[in-house]
């Protein structure tokens, strides 16, 4: 598996140029027309075989759900100009939320979520009318074979795919116009729950449930939206998960706790025990256990302390923090499975937080 990581991030290295003036520090690889319509075809042919039938693909290629509605299909072969018209459109939406969103939250808390692609994506430059596939997760490491945002209802669904695709592409060609429709939509948001200076209700935002921030404008576009929201009198924060170590260090839109999973460029920068870190705990840890038992439980976490070297008293699971009232300092160690909400990543007290592998 190491050699397989280390085989997809040089082949990255060796592709990718930079991207000029706003987007400088985004990688991308440049595509080539004919092969760019070769592996859409092929992407195209999977959408009505079954999944031990279909065409797999080399993780350099960014996914593209076969019956997106980018595709409209010719005699000979996808439609490119309709698939450029529909990616590079306005998307519908910025923010949206899911299952796992929507249970997070004390009372007078709503939680949103807005999202790119994971690890690679396909963009359109409209000014130099040329094909890229983009970089979204620049520091990702051995967290590429486990991403939950490769699986599940992120890959399953294709208007999930069509809607993270249009806001990369909006992005990358509309920044400011990008920056204006989140501002509008968060603003929306707090309205709608009464988020307003004076009153109780709150709104957050999770950056990338999906993807991480691959480019510095990224990043200031985070910071500019929540300070002048807050600065306008709604009651709006957000927090990340991150796999780029300055993120971690240095921004200013909330909470943000760094991956463990990154790649060794992005460890290397950043003091772990410092920062609010989130890990993979593999299934092996505990498959053999039914975390519904008061014994496999506590059985788990103590293999968790012996794995981590983490005093057991500080180990909680999701439902125990949850009861626990919100400190300000760092202290605990929260199991986090599928089922449970996402609350970890943004209280002050949390310290680590253990992602059960699903």
Known sequence: MKNF????????????????????????TCIEPRALVEYLNKVRANKDLGY?????????????????????????????????????KKPN???NTNDKILKSGGPHEYVYKTGIPAFRGIAYDIDK?????????????DCVLICYALKGNYIRYSNSYDSMTRRLNYLLNYPDNYEKQLYDELKTIAVEHKALTGYKSKVLLRWNDSGDF????????????????????????????????DVAKDQEFGDVTFSAGANKQQLAKIDLKKHKLSKIVPSGL?????????????EFKKRVATKYQYDLNHIITYDEMMATPKGEIKKWHVIVTPNDGD????????????????
Not at 220 to 236: F, M, P
Not at 287 to 293: N, P, Q, S, V
């Open 286 to 298: 505990f498959k053999d256990l039914d975390l519904m038992r008061v014994d496999d439980e506590q």
């Open 93 to 95: 939406n910025v923010v």
């Open 5 to 28: 990581i280390k085989k997809i991030l040089r082949e990255t290295l060796l592709n990718e140029i930079d991207w000029e003036d706003t987007f400088s520090d985004v990688k991308k």
């Open 214 to 245: 691959f480019t510095k404008k990224y990043v200031d576009i985070a910071e500019r939206v929540i300070k002048n929201l807050q600065e306008d009198g709604y009651n709006v924060t957000s927090y990340a998960y991150t796999k780029m170590a």
């Open 52 to 88: 031990s039938e279909r065409e797999k693909f080399d993780a350099k290629f960014p996914f593209i759900h076969s019956k997106s509605k980018f595709f409209k299909d010719k005699p000979t072969g996808i439609d490119v100009d309709y698939f450029i018209n529909e990616i590079t």
């Open 343 to 358: 609350d970890a990543a943004f209280r002050k007290d949390v310290k680590t937080i253990l992602l059960t592998q699903h």
């Open 129 to 141: 009318g040329e094909f890229y596939y983009i970089n979204t997760c620049p520091g990702a490491g």
